[in-house]
Nanobody, 116 residues
Framework: QVQLVESGGGLVQPGGSLRLSCAAS????????MTWYRQAPGKEREYVAS????????NVADSVRGRFTISRDNAKNTLYLQMNSLKPEDTAVYYC?????????WGQGTQVTVSS
């Protein structure tokens, strides 16, 4: 069965950096585009970034462009989100997501808190 397990969240000061990871299993990882979403308290879940199966194409939301980078290591079945120049408004639970066989799969999420 598809499993997505995020890690790497935590408390960081404004201007700091974090790298999130999402370990995937139960499917052919390299065959699927992967996406990061986030959800802040009291807000709807929002798109952050996505990457193609082979990793040759990616996109990030305007709100994080120039600060966040999405990448993947298909040999390790792992998705990454490098987050630099973090701002308090980046505080949220971050989720990785894959759509496979017309079904949506989400990880449990990892909390990122940006605060001084």
């Amino acid at each position: 069965q598809v499993q997505l397990v995020e890690s790497g969240g935590g408390l960081v000061q404004p201007g700091g950096s974090l790298r999130l990871s999402c370990a995937a299993s139960g499917f052919t990882f390299s065959g699927y585009a992967m996406t990061w979403y986030r959800q802040a308290p009291g807000k709807e879940r929002e798109y952050v970034a996505s990457i193609s199966g082979a990793g040759g194409s990616s996109n990030v939301a305007d709100s994080v462009r120039g600060r966040f980078t999405i990448s993947r290591d298909n040999a390790k079945n792992t998705l990454y989100l490098q987050m630099n120049s973090l701002k308090p408004e980046d505080t949220a639970v971050y989720y990785c997501y894959v759509r496979k066989s017309a079904s949506d799969y989400w990880g449990q999420g990892t909390q990122v808190t940006v605060s001084s």
